[in-house]
């Protein structure tokens, strides 16, 4: 449980830090901002799955279990914040494909960080 909470807080800080260098890079380039969606599913997915890798190759087994629990917890905390920050709780595409995008990256990196 310990090493899931640590991991959760690196999957969260390694993103926060993404999101920091994408928002600098919208701000000081011509870069469309309409990647910001496709860009932010993309940091969340790959945050989770070294998260997941970490996790999984320190336990040595149930990559994918624990990789998919933490994709599920840090997709719930996303979404809790994401919700607060825009004072409404919906449930769009982008939210569901994000959320499964998420699980299934935890679960990748939980495979790839036990068979590593």
Aim: aromatic content about 8%; hydrophobic content about 55%.
């Amino acid at each position: 449980m310990k090493e899931l909470i640590r991991e959760l807080i690196i999957s969260i800080l390694l993103s926060l830090i993404l999101i920091f260098i994408l928002s600098v890079l919208l701000c000081q380039t011509s870069i469309s901002e309409t990647i910001i969606k496709p860009a932010t599913i993309a940091i969340a997915t790959i945050s989770l799955m070294i998260g997941a890798f970490r996790i999984s190759k320190s336990k040595k087994q149930k990559g994918i279990l624990y990789g998919s629990i933490l994709g599920i917890i840090y997709m719930f905390i996303l979404y809790l914040i994401s919700s607060f920050a825009n004072f409404e709780f919906n449930l769009g595409i982008n939210s569901i494909i994000m959320i499964i995008l998420g699980i299934i990256g935890g679960a990748v990196g939980g495979v790839l960080g036990v068979n590593f």
